[in-house]
């Protein structure tokens, strides 16, 4: 499985904006699917945005229009990118990768995301 490193979470007050990063210790380029997961104190982990293989991407409907998820294969990297924050979005965020259909995900150990009002 490839290992993945979260990294630029923080503190923000609402209306400010955040980029996460995750690298993988291998290619992306050819992962199924690419993307982030969020998980609040007693919530279950749920998907916020995702890249498909083909560049099919999926948002949230509670992200969309704010958020914004991107890949540098190069660098085996995806971001994503989060404007006008609110409270609601406080989580740890999650990178996910699934390198094919039958494969399980591998999942980075997640960053945390506190956005004060």
């Known amino acids: 499985q490839v290992q993945l490193v979260e990294s630029g979470g923080g503190s923000v007050q609402a209306g400010g904006s955040l980029r996460l990063s995750c690298t993988a210790s291998?290619?992306?380029?050819?992962?199924?699917?690419i993307g982030w997961h969020r998980q609040a104190p007693g919530q279950q982990r749920e998907m916020v945005a995702i890249?498909?293989?083909?560049?099919?991407?999926t948002y949230a409907d509670s992200v969309k229009g704010r958020f914004t998820i991107s890949r540098d294969n190069a660098k085996n990297a995806v971001y994503l990118q989060m404007n006008s924050l609110m409270p609601e979005d406080t989580s740890v965020y999650y990178c996910?990768?699934?390198?094919?259909?039958?494969?399980?995900?591998?999942w980075g150990q997640g960053t945390q995301v506190t956005v004060s009002s």
């Open positions: 996910r990768a699934r390198r094919d259909i039958i494969s399980q995900p591998s």
């Open positions: 291998g290619s992306i380029g050819s992962m199924y699917t």
């Open positions: 890249m498909k293989i083909g560049g099919i991407t």
